[in-house]
């Protein structure tokens, strides 16, 4: 891409993405981490990665604050400004994404059982397309690439009949067993955060589409 | 355009009132140039230019200086008579009527289309004499009466009124810049234009007086086409509903402004407009 007359609007710029791309990485290992507690039962690692959330919603902070600090001084225009504004709402996202791979390290330690649930199987599977996601639209967003960002849309229905599946699983294994149902309890909502990662990996995949071609993709229910 | 039977339904007419708002092609152009070149001696330098004016819409030329928005400003209503060597070919027409046909009064036309410029130029005379020049020499007031309501009026129009009615007979250039540039405003109004081209009005004017002028340009528009020259992206994007972009003597791109501001089509309106230009 051609360099601005204004050689620290770049700057600003490749800043901003700069930050974005760390909050990504962070909350792609909050992700994997997570999981990896959940399935270890590594009540260490889980509260490990709770702390660690602290560092994303910094970050946040710093990407609000430089956007705003674009937006003011360089009023940006046409890609320009569908780059900060994306930026704005994507640092947004990756936030929640990271609050809830937190959620999930903080039901590692109220699970009893855990040998007993089948899920616990299924759900690293999930996390993993979940995480992928994550992964794959940051690296749509540093490509500007909307022909991946389209890709990883698709990619949710997979993570949403994971959840259908688990869901149902879980259900009726409270049906069976009255006893578990606190855990199982707590493995549902673990399905239904990495569900809603894949929502919000969706979210940021349609910001990607916006900031490199001006339109949200059209053909795709939002 | 053709009409399908479903105008008809709510819906369909409320398109139909949308588009009629929205699209640059349906409705009458106020001004219409068709293949426009102008010439300064040999040099080209406007190249086969097609535009129309409307008056619902301000219209906002941008483009890097040289790039020719301000001759083809003056094109419009031939204020590059003045200049010996320019030459223009092509047609430009005033509701349907070609402004460069023989029999075409030029002082008539430049009061149809009027014109404002960068530096406030009002004439060392009154505040009043300056509106009521106009109104004078066109015959357009029978008796000092309708003189006075023409110029009362004006600065009105031009949000001027306010701020100088107890001092009409104080000399219009000891006015601030801001206020020039308004009496200036109202003397084209003063003459009941049609059309009003303003070229780049507000560069030596200070925030607050820009401020005012771009407000008046709200008010203006609907009443009087309005063309507007600027160098400030940011006051096209908030004075104009359409942005034509020149480089190099050529119509890059025209369209809706929010378009052009936030998705341009052409990879050269992008580079100028988010400041890659050159």
Known sequence: ?222 | MVMSEATDSPLASQAQKSLEHENIETGEPKMRARDVDVYYGQKKAIDGVNIDVFTEFVTAFIGPSGCGKSTFLRALNRMNDTIPSARVTGTIELDGEDIYASGMDVVQLRARVGMVFQKPNPFPKSIYENIAYGPKIHGLAENKADLDVMVEKSLRRAGLWEEVKDRLDDSGTALSGGQQQRLCIARAIAVDPEVILMDEPCSALDPIATAKIEELIDELRGRYGIVIVTHSMQQAARVSQRTAFFHLGHLVEYGHTSDIFTNPAEKRTQDYITGRYG
């Open chain 1, 1 to 222: 891409m051609v360099e601005h007359t204004v050689k620290a609007f770049d700057e600003d710029i490749t800043r901003l993405r700069g930050l974005i791309a760390e909050m990504g990485g962070l909350a792609e290992v909050a992700i994997q981490q997570s999981l990896q507690a959940l399935v270890q039962g590594d009540e260490e690692l889980a509260s490990e990665v709770v702390k660690r959330d602290a560092k994303l919603d910094a970050l946040e902070t710093e990407v609000d604050a430089m956007a705003v600090r674009i937006l003011a001084l360089r009023a940006p225009m046409a890609d320009d400004l569908r780059e900060i504004v994306a930026a704005l709402k994507i640092g947004g996202v990756v936030e929640r994404i990271g609050d809830y791979a937190k959620n999930i390290a903080k039901r590692v330690g109220r699970i009893e059982g855990r040998s007993k649930f089948e899920p616990l199987t299924l759900l690293p599977a999930m996390g993993e397309v979940a995480a992928e996601m994550v992964h794959d639209v940051l690296t749509a967003y540093a490509a500007r690439d909307p022909v991946m960002a389209r890709e990883v849309i698709e990619r949710d229905d997979k993570v949403d009949a994971f959840y259908d599946s688990i869901f149902r699983n879980l259900v009726s294994h409270m049906v069976e067993n009255p006893a578990t149902i606190s855990s199982a309890a707590q493995l549902l909502f673990i399905a239904r955060n990495l569900e809603r990662i894949g929502d919000h990996a969706t979210n940021v995949a349609e910001m990607v589409h916006y900031s490199a071609t001006g339109a949200y993709p059209d053909d795709i229910e939002r």
